[in-house]
């Protein structure tokens, strides 16, 4: 095959779709949304799908997918009419090419481009703007969620029935527990996949700007949060940072049905990073505009409650990296992982990850060790007895009874957020005491 027909298949064609030898798609990017529509498939469910199965017409022996994984020749310039499961019919031109291994053919890639009829002219509204992941402003989809843990599976299981609804969901998990990932993966689940996914971040909301960011500035023609969002989703972000005297407006704006004469049809996601309950005790949150947002609540648990899903996170995130990067052999110490594991992680996977990144800048070798990981995780770990035996070289009972007693201070003071006299009264010693051994242990 010539580089250059393939080159330029590229720049002529609109869609990319690459199968594996039974024309199983395990790749695509279609220009053509409205194609998965018609056929009637998430775009997770178009990933396993076969070609064939996909289309009324397309049989083993129409099929230029098959027909090129069959010969082990290329198709080029091949028109076709195609009709989808759902009826719909368009003209398909298509270059389909064998990806050969020892003289077989393991898949086919396909380069296409689609004509319409006339009648059919409104397909190609959506057809200029929408890659998916790309220009409905996503990046994730609810399969990008690593876990491994029951409670959180559970979660993901309630955001993937979410999906089927236009009900809004409330979000609730610490700072980097994820939420992005599943607010942008509902809406690629859901049938407003095609349309905009928007963010509106509560945390740069003033009294001078959210009635602009809402409802755009007529005379400068700048269309506002919620226009872009017409027939999409609207994550709003960090619901918790915004001023309660300003929530009034926001629940207003969420209950428009129409805006500049036309009917507003939004998805709404919220996010917040504290306790529900404590925002609603303290006054922070709104009642109304809570139960308003609030209709399917969705909690993500902190990382230091499912570390089970530490080694997974890290395994992944290595093998991205060693994927993209030129050290293609990186891994980790038995001794990283028990860290990791002793540690309470307040930043959750955002901080796992900057940690991991943090250790790759210190690299010399192919291995992370415990001395490539950031000071601050180690000074704050939670050591189990064993750990302590195990990280104390002398071994000696005082040195392993000062690291015990260190440890055990450390953790009364994140109990108490660092107030010493608080620390002192728990532990039943005096507050001088327990700064002296605070000093000593490099505690403050
Ligand atoms: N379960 C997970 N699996 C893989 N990556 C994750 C997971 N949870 C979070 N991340 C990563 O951690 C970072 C923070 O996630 P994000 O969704 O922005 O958190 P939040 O919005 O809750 O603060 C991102 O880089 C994200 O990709
Ligand atoms: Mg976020």
Redesign the pocket.
């Known amino acids: 095959m010539e580089l250059q027909q393939f080159a330029q298949a590229f720049s002529e064609f609109d869609n990319v779709l690459i199968t594996d030898d039974k024309g199983c798609a395990i790749f695509y990017d279609l220009a053509d949304l409205n194609i998965l529509l018609e056929i009637g498939l998430t775009p997770d469910e178009f990933f396993h799908s076969t070609v064939t199965d996909n289309y009324q017409n397309l049989s083993p022996e129409t099929s230029t997918v098959f027909q090129v994984i069959q010969t082990g020749q290329p198709v080029l310039y091949y028109e076709q009419q195609l009709t989808t499961l759902n009826g719909f019919s368009y003209l398909s031109l298509s270059s389909t090419y064998p990806i050969m291994e020892h003289g077989k053919a393991i898949g086919a890639i396909e380069f296409s481009k689609h004509f319409y009829e006339t009648k059919q002219i409104k397909y190609l509204d959506n057809f200029l703007g929408h890659k998916l992941y790309r220009d409905n402003h996503t990046t994730?989809r609810l399969e990008?969620?690593?876990?491994t843990n029951a409670e959180m599976k559970t979660q993901l299981e309630k955001a993937r029935r979410s999906a089927q609804k236009s009900a809004p969901v409330l979000l609730t998990?610490?700072?980097?527990?994820?939420?992005?990932?599943i607010a942008q993966g509902i809406h690629n689940e859901s049938e407003r996949y095609t349309k905009p996914f928007i963010t509106l971040n509560c945390s740069t909301l003033t009294e001078d700007n959210i009635f602009t960011q809402l409802y755009g500035s007529g005379n400068e023609a700048k269309s506002g949060k919620l226009q872009e969002a017409n027939g999409g989703t609207l994550l709003i972000d960090h619901l918790n940072l915004l001023d309660i005297s300003l929530q009034a407006k926001l629940l207003h704006a969420v209950d428009i049905k129409v805006l500049n004469g036309e009917p507003l049809d939004i998805r709404y996601i919220t996010?917040v990073?504290e306790d529900v309950d404590k925002l609603l005790a303290e006054k922070r949150l709104r009642e109304d505009l809570f139960y308003r947002l609030n209709v399917l609540q969705i909690d993500?648990p902190p990382l230091r409650l499912r570390k089970e899903?530490i080694p997974l996170?890290l395994d992944?995130y290595i093998q991205f990296y060693n994927e993209h990067t030129l050290q293609k052999n990186i891994s980790y110490c038995n001794e990283v992982i028990q860290l990791f594991y002793a540690y309470h992680w307040p930043g959750?996977?955002?901080e796992l990850?900057n940690a991991l990144e943090s250790a790759y800048n210190n690299l010399l070798g192919d291995e992370i060790l415990v001395e490539h990981v950031p000071e601050r995780i180690k000074k704050n770990v939670q050591h189990s007895t064993q750990s302590i035996m195990q990280n104390n070289q002398s071994g000696h009972l005082r040195d392993l009874t000062e690291a015990y007693e260190r440890l055990i201070i450390a953790e009364k003071l994140r109990e108490t957020d660092g107030r010493l006299a608080e620390t002192a009264r728990r532990l039943g010693i005096s507050r001088q005491l327990l700064k002296y051994k605070c000093l000593k242990y490099e505690l403050l």
């Open positions: 994730y990008d969620y690593i876990t998990g610490e700072t980097g527990t994820g939420k992005d990932i996010t990073n993500l899903d996170i992944f959750n996977v955002r990850k």
